[in-house]
């Protein structure tokens, strides 16, 4: 088969549907987004020719860019990246989504700049279920207070958790981190918060996301290809 950004797509799209007949979940419980950092909007127009509608950016300049230069199309875009809190402006105005919700204080200022006559921005607290230093995401004990605290945000609405977890070829470790974050889900859902997201899984671990009951996956690599320079 040629290696084309549709032949790759329908490749992640029959891993995404042979995952959730292996995990025993219905076909299309999982959404697909579409992770597009570093490539040129071509790519994104090419892809949406292919039928895929959301898209996922790390860097604010860039999603910003994308929005301009991609005006015409209806994407569904998702900010997947760190936020600093002077960047989220451009955020609360152009996403439709944000995953990387790991503090309150960058919760309170999209809710304050999501423009008025838009509906509420979708968020997902995202989770340092490794415990790596070096990755952000709030702690796991955490996580409760802070996604209480975004819920009652009047212009967020909170959706579920996110979660990158440490690289790994041990695949019970992978399983457990996964694993980690359903609960911490399934334990708000307990106290009461309705959530319907589990934002986890990317280019090589999507299948073990998805038996751990992903709700959408973070796909770039496998879909765009090797990422060529790095921010
Ligand atoms: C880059 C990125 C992805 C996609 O990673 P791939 O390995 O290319 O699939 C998913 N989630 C986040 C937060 C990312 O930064």
Redesign the pocket.
Known sequence: MTDTLSSRLEQVRERLRAACEAAGRADGAVALLA?S?TFPAADLREAFGCGQRAF?E?YVQELQQKCEALADLAIEWHF??PLQSNKTRVVAERAHWA??IDRLKIAERLSAQRPDDMPPLNVCVQVNVSGEDSKSGCAPEEAAALARAVAALPRLRLRGLMC?PEPTEDAASLAAQFAALRRLKEGLEAEGLALDTLSMG???DLEPAVAEGATLV?????IFGH?SYAH
Do not use: D, E, F, P
């Not at 973070?218 to 496998?222: F, T």
């Open positions: 992770v950092k996922g790390n997947i990246g995953h990387s990158i990317m280019s090589a973070r796909v770039g690599s496998a990422r």
